[in-house]
Every structure is written in structure tokens, then in C-alpha cells.
């Protein structure tokens, strides 16, 4: 090998050993710059609130009808349909849509024609066989049947003109003088509009909690207060619900027929120690979770859950107190224990 052959081949040596130490450089710079940023924590941005004492309520939503309340509590039923006693012919009404009678009222007459024709008949009859008896010309039971015969008359004649049997308003009138009924024909409607109640269909899930005497609000506006008085002791097959009844309180601006929705309270539980609802979340093992601020520093900490209303949650948790801050927006993925950039609105 000439001088000018060991020359290259040197060059070609150096320059190799040049290349591999620079891999080497840039390894371990690389290496090192990996160190550098797995020693530095991720900082996760979220907002917070604080744990407080609340008073929450379980409910029961549903949703209704207003109805007259039925017979209940040794009362008769709130609405009427009014009939006829017997067939005849209206000759005169005294009431009107809207209007308010009293137990016992007037409401129509029918034609009484052919029942004075039997009534002077049968006072007729009553006074001969008085006089017959009188000259011991009749025996007493003939004058007895036919003062019995005089009483059903009379009777008959009343039974004519047909009374309120409740007192409360006419929601409706259906027939007019000279208009022929029959039994089935119903005359009017009246409802006493002071003795109301809501109903729904309750799913039976969520009928076992329910108890006569616990307080309903109406979520009408304003709300009404109410009281549930009935739970139907089964279940429709059709749709597999319950009905219930609250009694509603008089002097109301509810009317029948109306809808409405109804929450029936089922649980109260006083002072109890609340999360916002925000802040309760899942973790990967399917616990109910809070992430507990403590500086800059968020830790998980396992709750067991209870009631919820208004944005709220019961808890109940190791350590937890009243004033505890936690984290709500960015709780949900957050690692057990991270350090946090807390942004609040």
C-alpha cells in the first residue's frame, strides 16, 4: 500500500469515529432531555366548589290530572250527575252553566200534569173513604190504602222537580225546557270545586317508597302544596303503574281536567354533608369518587352517595368535612392525585 492509499484510509477511519461519536451526543441529549420532562408533573386545569350542609329531598315525579275528589274520609263524592227519576218532559230549568247552588236547590221541574191529576184523584179518594168510614159504610184498611195510595202520589209529584243532591257550581247544563228524557239522560254536572285532587300513575319501581300523608308539591305556578291520601294497593297490568291521589287544598285556582305535575317527597334527610353534583364521578374501578383539594394538589377520595336535588349531592367519605374544596369541572379522568391549575368563573 502507498503513502497516498494509507492517507484515505485514515481519512475514511477518522471520519467514521466523528459520525458515531455525534450518534452518541445526540443519544444522550435526547436521553437526558426525556428525564428532564418526565420529571416535571402534568399541571391539569379545572374549577372547584366546597362541600356544605344542605337539606335534600327524594322525589317522585309523575305526571296528572285534576279531578273532583272521590268518596273518601266519610265524605261523598265531590261531583254529581245529575238524572232524572223517571221519564218526563223538562218544563223548566233554574240554573245555568257556571252558576253555584246549595244542597237541595231547585235545578229543573218536569212536567207535573199527568202526577196533580193523580194527586186530586187520590185526595179525592181519601176523603170518600174518610166519610164512608165515618158512617161505617168502609173498612179502615180501605181507607189506609187509600191514604198510601195519596203518599205515593205525592211523592211521585215531588220527585218532579229535581234538587242539588251536593251543594257546589254547575259545570254544565244539557238539557232544555221541552226536551223529553229518559233515566240514562244526565241533566247537568256539579262539582264541589273546593274539594279537588291530583292523580297520577306512579311506575311500580318507584311506588314502594310512598306513604299516605306525605307532602306533594304541584308544580304548577306558584306551586301547591298537597297531601298524598291514596296509594292503589295494585298495579295496572297495562303499564305497570300505581295510582295515587292527592288531596288538594280549597280555595285553589286548579280546575278539573287540568294537567299537571306532581313530586312527591319521599325522603328528607336534614344537615347532611353536600357535593356539587359536578364533582361526583366515576373512577375505573366503578367507585363513586371526589377529587379533594389540598393546595395545589388534587387526591380521589371514595364517597358513598345518597339523596340529590338542586345540583347537590349527599356524600359521605374518610376525612371529608364541611368547606372542602373539590374539583367539579375536569373531575371526570382526573389520575388519584395530580397537581392542579384551579380557574374559577
Known sequence: ?????????????????????????????????????????????????????????????????????????????????????????????????????????????LDARAAQVAVHYAEESVQRQEKLYADNNTSLRNLRDAEAQ?????????????????????????????EAVDLPTVLADITDLSRLAATAEIPSAEADGLRPG???????????????????????????????????????????????RLRIVTAEHAGCLAAPAAGVVTDTDGRSVLAVVAGDQATQIPVKTGLREGGLVEVEGAGLKEGDTVVTVGAYGLPEKTKIHVVNP
Open 214 to 260: 306525605q307532602s306533594v308539591q304541584v308544580l304548577t305556578s306558584p306551586a301547591v302544596a298537597a297531601t298524598l291520601t291514596f296509594i292503589s294497593p295494585t298495579v295496572d297490568p297495562a303499564n305497570d303503574t300505581v295510582l295515587v291521589r292527592a288531596t288538594l287544598p280549597p280555595g285553589g285556582a286548579l280546575r278539573p281536567g287540568e294537567p299537571v
Open 150 to 178: 195519596l203518599a205515593t202520589a205525592r211523592a211521585q209529584l215531588a220527585l218532579l222537580q229535581i234538587t242539588a243532591p251536593l251543594s257546589g257550581t254547575v259545570t254544565r247544563v244539557n238539557v232544555r225546557p221541552g
Open 1 to 109: 500500500m502507498n503513502r497516498r492509499q494509507v492517507i484515505g484510509a485514515s481519512a475514511v477511519v477518522l471520519c467514521g469515529a466523528a459520525l458515531l461519536a455525534v450518534i452518541k451526543l445526540e443519544r444522550r441529549s435526547s436521553a437526558s432531555t426525556e428525564a428532564e420532562e418526565g420529571s416535571t408533573p402534568t399541571v391539569v386545569t379545572v374549577q372547584t366548589g366546597r362541600l356544605q350542609r344542605a337539606n335534600l329531598h327524594g322525589y317522585v315525579d309523575a305526571f296528572g290530572s285534576v279531578m273532583p275528589a272521590p268518596a273518601e274520609g266519610g265524605q261523598p263524592p265531590a261531583t254529581s250527575r245529575v238524572a232524572p227519576p223517571a221519564p218526563g218532559i223538562v218544563a223548566r230549568t233554574y240554573v245555568t252553566d257556571g252558576q253555584h247552588v246549595e244542597k237541595g236547590a231547585p235545578l229543573f221541574d
